[in-house]
């Protein structure tokens, strides 16, 4: 059995900018402060929650599919380290907010 995944680094964002700004259809996250903190926004069409990740949090942050997310207010230094359960596909993105509203509402885990 082939088991795709990929783990890749953010890192360099600029306090005042904002890095996400998607949805993905299918795809599992799993986010690790490795250094610094930042606020992550996760939304949907009905409910919203703010969470703080910094290097001194002993836990990880699960993202499932479906679920918005906006990173923004990270330190200098932040880097963040996430673990995704498939390789990269920009079909699997939602880029608009009007765009993931509609699809949303017709949206079921695989």
């Known amino acids: ?3 795709r995944s ?23 996250q799993l986010f690790i402060a490795l250094a610094g903190d ?4 996760f939304k949907d069409e009905n409910s919203q929650e703010v969470v ?3 290097e001194n949090d002993s ?17 200098e230094q932040f ?6 359960s498939d390789i990269y596909d920009e079909k699997d993105y939602i880029r608009n907010w009007s765009e993931y ?5 017709s949206f079921k885990i695989n």
């Not at 930042?38 to 926004?41: D, G, N, S, T, W």
């Open 38 to 41: 930042c606020k992550i926004i």
């Open 101 to 105: 509203i509609v699809w949303k509402k």
């Open 52 to 54: 703080h990740i910094s």
């Open 1 to 3: 059995m082939l088991f």
């Open 79 to 84: 880097i963040l380290i996430v673990f995704a």
């Open 59 to 75: 836990n990880a942050i699960y993202v499932p599919p479906g679920i918005w997310r906006e990173i923004y207010n990270a330190s």
């Open 6 to 28: 990929r783990i890749y680094f953010l890192s360099d964002i600029k306090r005042s900018s904002i890095r996400g700004n998607h949805a993905h259809k299918k795809l599992h």
